[in-house]
């Protein structure tokens, strides 16, 4: 058979819907006489498309919407930091183990943050390759940081490596992974058995940072 049900709607429409919740579950929404067989059956002719579409939700991570607000918590390099909003200071925003925002920068917070992490991000992404690219006899063409969100990394045909600034909000075991990976696509393009033969060689515990990043990747948003 297959899926579960998990919310059944009858209603006076007059045809019948299937809706993919956010958080997966699956709701029928269907006419006041449908048959139970119908129902059954349209579900099971919808298979496909209800697992595509889970597929596409878990690629597409809910995050919860930064407040700027005192006393929320911002993550970097795996730890949590407590905001502290403060009444005027330059830059707008500190960090000294924990954030302070100015009061008046509160309200666009959300660009002053990014702009915070991007910084960090080249910083921090920038000494990593180059330590790693020498360590391997890598030589890739330059670093770049994006905005993704659905991808920590990419390298570019070019030889460009590109990580996402939300990266820096993780550990430094995980985004050393991530650039190990992204390196060895310097060599080998595709995941083939090889490839990660070669990311085992870089880093033989990467299964259980890669296992990290799949679990908990989806909270580094903002
Ligand atoms: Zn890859």
């Not at 992490?117 to 390759?129: D, F, G, M, N």
């Not at 070019?158 to 190990?180: A, H």
């Not at 940072?209 to 908990?216: A, Y």
Request: proline share 4%; charged share 30%; aromatic share 10%.
């Amino acid at each position: 058979m297959g899926t579960k049900i998990d919310k059944f709607v009858r209603s006076r429409r007059r045809t019948l819907a299937l809706i993919v919740e956010s958080d997966g579950s699956l709701t029928v929404r269907a006419p006041m006489r449908a048959a139970l067989a119908e129902i059954e059956s349209f579900v099971r002719d919808h298979l496909e498309w209800i697992e595509r579409t889970r597929e596409r939700m878990r690629l597409t991570p809910v995050v919860p919407q930064k407040r700027f607000m005192d006393g929320e918590k911002f993550h970097f390099l795996g730890s949590e930091y407590e905001l502290r909003i403060v009444h005027s200071q330059r830059p707008a925003l500190k960090f000294n183990g924990g954030f302070s925002l100015s009061r008046g920068a509160q309200q666009r917070g959300r660009a002053v943050f990014e702009r915070w992490y991007k910084s960090q991000a080249a910083r921090i992404l920038t000494e990593h390759v180059e330590r790693l690219a020498n360590q391997w006899g890598y030589e890739p063409r330059q670093v770049r940081i994006t905005s993704a969100r659905t991808r920590w990394g990419s390298c570019s045909p070019d030889g460009t490596l590109n990580f996402s600034w939300r990266l820096v909000q993780v550990p430094l075991e995980v985004i050393d992974y991530v650039v190990q990976h992204e390196l060895a696509h310097l060599r080998i393009r595709s995941h083939s058995r090889r490839f990660w033969k070669l990311v085992e060689r870089h880093c033989p515990d990467f299964r259980l940072r890669r296992k990290w990043l799949r679990e908990f990747g989806d909270k580094f948003g903002m």
